[in-house]
């Protein structure tokens, strides 16, 4: 199966739809991806190599291959990601939101941009599916997990 860069899956997007992503105002019934497989999603967070940064609330995923740098925990409280358009944002253009627990352990070059964070830009590597995939499998963790979430 020919995969397509994210990026041009996200350009082929109507303007609007794309864009209203990112408006701070986007009504609560925003854009979804139609479909989205959250067990091949689980298998994309992992391919992936989410496990190195983030594990998911009460979910079995394997432990990485190499010590974490870094532990953020998904799914397990209420902070950035509070609906399905917010996961999306966060995978796509990760450094939206760069938290304290985050912030501290970068190096002084990697805040001042001479040299890359620590999460990569997955837009032209990961597939559109990849994306739709993800996004399910952490809404579906985040509705199970976080009564609020989604309102």
Not at 28 to 47: H, L, M, Q, Y
């Amino acid at each position: 199966m020919k995969k397509f860069p994210l990026l041009t899956i996200l350009l082929a997007l109507p303007v609007s739809g794309f864009f209203g992503l990112f408006a701070a105002d986007a009504p609560a019934k925003g854009f979804r991806f139609p479909g989205g497989d959250a067990e091949a999603g689980r298998d994309s967070f992992i391919a992936l190599n989410c496990i190195q940064c983030h594990s998911v609330a009460k979910t079995g995923l394997p432990d990485p291959k190499s010590a974490r740098r870094l532990e953020l925990t998904l799914g397990a409280e209420l902070r950035f990601a509070k609906r399905y358009e917010d996961i999306v944002i966060a995978i796509t253009n990760p450094r939206h939101v760069v938290t304290e627990q985050y912030r501290a352990i970068l190096s002084g070059a990697e805040r001042n941009g001479e040299i890359e964070p620590l999460m990569p830009d997955l837009t032209k590597d990961m597939s559109a599916r990849q994306l739709m995939d993800l996004a399910a499998f952490l809404d579906e963790v985040y509705r199970r997990e976080l009564p609020g979430y989604g309102k």
